[in-house]
């Protein structure tokens, strides 16, 4: 499988004997169809998605995983994705479906904490 | 599930189970593939309607390949850090899709087609994917002809109409597009694939 490097190129050659993607194009399909106002889908587009889609996965899990600060250096952590969202721009579109998670306790103690002030 | 017919199955559709989101926080339950049920709607009518588009997402095995090949061998990926990217994906296809499809509205036309995903990329940040994309698409669409061992006229870049989705597993209509646009069904037989100069072959294992 191709991978990015910090180039941002991408290795295509590695690639050449696999000619179908690796994600179900009857998927891709489905959630493309459910953007509104989409009527209909050429085969190449399809195609794109998928590939591009993959590309993406790859760049997404890679950028994370090098800026990986959790306390696992060698686990990809959810953290790491939602830090990779919020520095780069690119993926600034997925800062809303990332948002930071906090540990329940750590939320009802922040609760507590403020019901406390307005005493 | 509601015994609505017109909805196909929802755990083949990959939809998530419960899942809570705030503006500050997210709690999230425990989900194994496979114990995917409908997200919760009173009515069973229609199909589509009732699928959020964000509740649509690729297998989790698969998006976990690309990850994993994606990672240094010995580093390892948190299964919630794979639940996520498979939300993150679902966003990414809506969101070059939309993109693409205005661009297709603006132009008058109806079906989406190969430029109109090209130039998304590359109006959304992905410029990096155009060119590499262009090249697997060639490939594809050589890998597509050469399996059946019959020599096609090489189609037009914008085929213009969708296809069925099994029409992506390898059956080729036998027919020949002119350029007028007309399709005739005419055989073409070959004895052996084509050498294309100029065009590397591939490889099939």
Redesign the interface.
């Known amino acids: ?1 191709s ?2 490097n910090a180039g ?3 290795n ?1 050659s590695h ?3 696999n ?2 993607v ?28 998928t ?12 950028c ?2 090098k800026n990986g600060s959790g306390k ?1 250096k ?5 953290s ?2 939602a830090n990779a969202a919020e520095q780069s ?2 993926f600034q ?2 800062t809303d ?3 930071k ?2 540990l ?1 306790k750590d ?1 009802l103690r922040s609760l507590e904490e403020r019901t406390e002030d307005s005493d | 599930m509601d015994g609505d017919s017109s909805t196909t199955d929802a755990s083949q559709l990959g939809i998530a189970g419960e899942y809570m989101q705030s503006s500050h926080f997210v709690l999230q339950s425990q989900d194994e593939d496979g114990e995917e049920g409908m997200n919760d709607h009173e009515d069973g009518n229609g199909s589509k309607d009732n699928l959020r588009e964000q509740d649509i997402y690729l297998p989790i095995a698969n998006v976990a390949r690309i990850m994993k090949n994606a990672v240094p061998p010995s580093g390892k990926i948190a299964k919630d850090a794979k639940e996520c990217v498979q939300e993150c994906v679902s966003e990414f296809i809506s969101f070059i899709t939309s993109e693409a499809s205005e661009r297709c509205h603006q132009e008058k036309r109806k079906t989406i087609n190969g430029e109109d995903i090209l130039f998304a990329m590359s109006t959304l940040g992905f410029d990096m994917y155009v060119e590499p994309l262009k090249l697997y698409l060639q490939k594809f669409r050589e890998a597509m002809k050469g399996e059946k061992g019959i020599t096609a006229v090489p189609v037009s870049e914008s085929i213009g109409e969708e296809l069925a989705d099994d029409s992506f597993a390898n059956q080729l209509p036998a027919g020949l597009i002119t350029t007028d646009g007309q399709t005739q069904n005419v055989m073409v037989y070959t004895t052996s694939y084509q050498q294309i100069p100029g065009v590397q072959q591939i490889q099939f294992s």
Do not use: C, H, W
């Not at chain 1, 459910?34 to 085969?43: E, G, L, R, Y």
């Not at chain 1, 996965?57 to 890679?62: D, E």
């Open positions: 499988m991978a990015n941002g190129k991408v295509v690639s050449l004997t000619k179908n690796s994600l179900p194009m009857s998927r891709v399909k489905l959630i493309m169809k459910s953007s509104p106002d989409v009527s209909s889908i050429n085969q190449d587009a399809l195609f794109l998605t590939k591009a889609t993959e590309l993406f996965v790859q760049y997404l899990a890679q994370s995983f696992e060698n686990t990809l952590a959810y790491d994705l721009e690119t579109f997925l479906i990332l948002p998670k906090i329940a939320y």
